[in-house]
């Protein structure tokens, strides 16, 4: 056989070779993707399920459900489809009403953590995404400032402090289930389900607010100071020095 024969049948393995490596490449790629898009059923709070709650208890009492996600909006969670070897561990801390059940927010009787409400306060939950909420800075034990932008009596759009100083009691991350509206591309799946201790006429506030507004959260440090009183913000003084 000659040099040339050799060469040509070394190229032809060699091209051969490339071409398996690139379809393996490739549909491993569309495995991938496959698999992102795929619709997967997992278990949800369908209301709020307070600490110390076992898991058999909320299923009982018709606190858990099956939803389908896309499987990519799930991804770093834990989710279980089923109850099956968590039935007596309890719940320690608030689940709130459409987070996915993990198995993390479970544990041994006794080691859950009520959170405490001042005499006379009641705890409202709000849905808010990452910009609203300060990103993933705002958790329990926070203090916020709560603002909202709406349109005012005489027609105009402002922002203004709707509420001072509020402390949040539990925060939980939640996804947008496969049957929402999908978001664009690169678009963040996640929101945030938070739970603020307040009294009745704030949190009666909170919920027009969030009917007929948008929420924002300012997270309020040792020394931060904020005036309900101040005018709010709108096209008019937008660009106002102090």
Not at 30 to 36: C, L, M, S
Not at 131 to 153: I, M, Y
Not at 165 to 170: G, N, P, Q, R
Request: net charge negative; no cysteine; charged share 20%.
């Amino acid at each position: 056989m000659g040099r040339r024969t050799l060469l040509l049948l070394a190229a032809l393995v060699l091209a051969a070779l490339g071409t398996t490596g690139v379809f393996l490449y490739v549909n491993s790629v569309d495995e991938r993707a496959a698999e992102g898009n795929q619709v997967v059923s997992v278990l949800v709070a369908t209301e709020a399920i307070p600490p110390g709650t076992t898991v058999r208890q909320a299923s009982e009492e018709g606190f858990l459900d099956q939803r389908e996600f896309l499987r990519r909006s799930l991804a770093g969670l834990d989710t279980r489809s089923s109850i099956t070897g968590m039935e007596d561990q309890e719940a320690l801390a608030t689940i709130a009403e459409g987070q996915p059940i993990q198995p993390s927010q479970f544990g041994p009787p006794g080691q859950s953590n009520q959170p405490s409400l001042a005499e006379g306060d009641l705890a409202v939950s709000v849905e808010l995404d990452d910009p609203a909420r300060v990103a993933a800075l705002v958790g329990a034990g926070s203090r916020v400032a709560v603002f909202v932008t709406g349109v005012d009596g005489g027609g105009q759009s402002s922002t203004r402090l709707l509420l001072e100083d509020v402390t949040v009691i539990a925060a939980g991350a939640t996804t947008v289930d496969a049957g929402a509206e999908p978001a664009g591309e690169g678009d963040e799946l996640t929101k945030a389900l938070l739970t603020l201790a307040v009294d009745q006429v704030e949190a009666q506030k909170i919920i027009y607010a969030s009917q007929n507004g948008q929420l924002h959260l300012g997270l309020l440090g040792g020394d931060s100071t904020v005036n309900i009183s101040e005018n709010g913000t709108d096209a008019a003084n937008l660009f106002d020095q102090p």
